[in-house]
């Protein structure tokens, strides 16, 4: 009992802490990248020993969220950025 109840609150502060994420500092987005690329291979891992249990598609859905954030961060790289120079104002 005690390892589903950590393993909700696990949840809830990884799906907490996935919206409240913020991409729009490309420094942040770097970063980001390294740290969700690490949480996915986890989460993958856990789904995989944990089939079975009730949380396993919790984390599923946390997975799919974190592989999404990720295909947004690459988007965000290929795209250029516009720089307004000073002459054009």
Known sequence: MLSSLSN???FRYLYEALI???LSH???????YNVLI???KKLYAFIQSNSSSTMAKRFQLLYMASQGLVQKI???RATPIKQISPSSK
Request: hydrophobic share 35%; glycine share 0%; with cysteine.
């Open 38 to 40: 690490d949480l996915n």
């Open 20 to 22: 409240c994420l913020d």
């Open 26 to 32: 490309p420094s942040v987005r770097d970063y980001l």
């Open 74 to 76: 690459l988007q965000q």
């Open 8 to 10: 909700f609150h696990l």
